[in-house]
């Protein structure tokens, strides 16, 4: 069972995210990049990043980043490693934890908005891998 944010886990959230029908409906029109951070707390000592390229349904690429200032992504979603766990375990919607704070979002704010629906299976689409915190 691959560790959340290896390279491993995001070949195989691509893998899910690549064959899902759902998402490749909800996010055909969808184009921009993710640098994903996981922010320290009291279960995570330093911050982790995963990159995807999302383009019209698909993820074309996706990668480990350990400096951030390596990509320059559109979006830059970001959450604590307790909220990420929830998040991943389908206890915050994604849309819903951006208005909560418990993540925020560097990006077209109003973009994402409208892509709701694709912002939900794509979250939906990583409890398909088995991950291991």
């Not at 490693?81 to 704010?109: A, Q």
Request: overall charge neutral.
């Amino acid at each position: 069972m691959p560790k959340l944010f290896t390279q491993e886990w995001i070949e195989k959230y691509m893998e899910v995210l690549n064959t899902s029908k759902e998402y490749e409906n909800a996010a055909k029109d969808w184009e921009g990049d993710f640098l994903f951070v996981i922010e320290p707390d009291d279960e995570l000592d330093s911050p982790k990043y995963a990159y995807i390229d999302l383009y019209h349904g698909k993820a074309r690429k996706g990668f480990v980043v350990n400096d951030p200032s390596e990509v320059n992504p559109a979006y830059v979603f970001s959450g604590k490693f307790s909220n990420w766990k929830k998040l991943l375990n389908g206890e915050i919607d994604p849309i819903k934890g951006l208005i909560t704070r418990k993540f925020t979002l560097k990006g077209n704010m109003a973009k994402v908005m409208r892509y709701a629906k694709a912002a939900k299976v794509l979250v939906d689409c990583t409890r398909k891998v088995e991950t291991e915190f």
